[in-house]
């Protein structure tokens, strides 16, 4: 295996966080500022963010919209963070690169986290027409992910099978199953 920066060798994403752990407004200005200067097609900066802090009632609003599984330790995050794409722009023309570069925001944000010590888990699994409707989002402004974010605390308690997901090694499948078939991997011709 090749080396990795620290920053990613370490990164994962857990579900046990510290639920007496706040965000502070410089830690947040930090993980805003890391995704503002995301790369982006055009220069566009398609992502949108709303920041909400546990005890805020537009914490509660993602929370209820998160799926089951997720709000089961998800509100013990000190922070719930909305992801969404600006899908058009300003003259009504598509964004075809948006989710694309919304999805780097929110990975520059997730490293700014853990050189801050901080623990990120994103998720996809919650309602995002729930979401558009209690936040009332315009059309143009599609949610793309939910970022749990605080301090991780391993002992937190959880699930007896979120706990041992916990405890697992993280995994990835090998790089040869991440690269797509092409001209160099195809058999060698047969011999007439």
Known sequence: MSPLHPLVARRWSPRGFDAGHRLDDATLAALLEAARWAPSANNSQPWRFLPARRGEHTFDLLAAALADGNRVWAPSAGMLLLVAAQTEDETGRTRPWALYDTGQAAATLVLQAEHLGLAVHQMGGFDTAAVSTALALPPTVRPVTVLAIGRHDPA???????????????????????????PWQAPPAAAA
């Not at 937190?156 to 092409?182: I, K």
């Open 156 to 182: 937190a308690p959880l699930p007896d099978d979120l706990a041992a997901r916990e405890r697992a090694p993280r995994t990835r499948l090998p790089l040869d199953a991440l690269l797509l078939p092409g």
